[in-house]
């Protein structure tokens, strides 16, 4: 952590954007009805997609296969136009059939809670274990995707060159209480005024705690 930065400016900013910002679209999903099945089919499904369509899409698909068993017997051809708006959306028909299966036959059925059983899934990488931990299971994680990264070294909390360095570096410097609303709200603050190009200063929440680090005046 640059030596500047104290946790209390950490903890500003979190709170900060707390008052900020709703749940996103995927917290709202799960929050519905906590399931680490479909946080997880979802976050899979989210990948390089919208959070509304994401939304609309995980829906359909749950209505029509609501366990691990029925998706794993599910054929490509009935998932495919459930998930369609989704980007890669063929990829991950094959994707999330290839993960249920492994539910069942690797692990009785259930979605597994350690970082590491989860990444053995396929298509399944620490961002989005990181989600299942924090959204399905609501287990202390930090999922980086490219917004947190952003922000965070934008802040000045660190100075980091990948998302792997800054899991590691925000797991030291945020207090462990705020590790679940991490994810949720540095994407929301990407998405509306943090955005990676053209970085809405004037209108954020958090400026006064921010180093706007390689951010041009
Ligand atoms: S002040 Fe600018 S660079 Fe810093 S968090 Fe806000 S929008 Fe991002």
């Known amino acids: ?27 709202r999903l799960s929050e519905k009805r906590r399931s680490p099945f479909r946080t997880l089919i979802a976050t899979i499904l989210s990948q390089r997609t919208r959070d509304e369509i994401t939304y609309e899409a995980a829906r359909r698909l749950f209505a029509r296969f609501r366990t691990p068993e029925k998706l794993a017997r599910a054929r490509k051809s009935e998932i495919l136009p459930l998930i369609r708006a989704c980007g890669f959306y063929r990829v991950k028909a094959d994707t999330i059939r290839r993960v249920a299966r ?57 100075r980091t060159k990948t998302p792997g360095e800054t899991e590691i570096t925000l797991q030291k410097i945020v207090p462990r209480r705020f590790w679940q609303r991490v994810n949720d709200l540095l994407v929301s603050h990407g998405r509306t005024v943090c955005r990676p190009i053209g970085p809405r200063c004037g209108a954020c929440s958090v400026e006064r705690w921010c180093a706007k680090a390689g951010v041009g005046n």
């Open 102 to 158: 492994l539910l069942v036959e690797r692990h009785g059925g259930r979605v597994p809670e350690t970082m590491d059983e989860l990444t053995a899934l396929p298509g399944v990488g620490r961002k989005t274990a990181g989600c299942v931990l924090v959204y399905g299971f609501a287990k202390d994680a930090i999922p980086v995707d490219t917004h947190v990264h952003r922000i965070s070294n934008r802040l000045g909390w660190l």
């Open 1 to 27: 952590m640059p030596r500047s930065v104290s946790r209390n400016s950490i903890v500003s900013v979190l709170r900060a954007l707390g008052r900020t910002y709703d749940w996103t679209a995927l917290n």
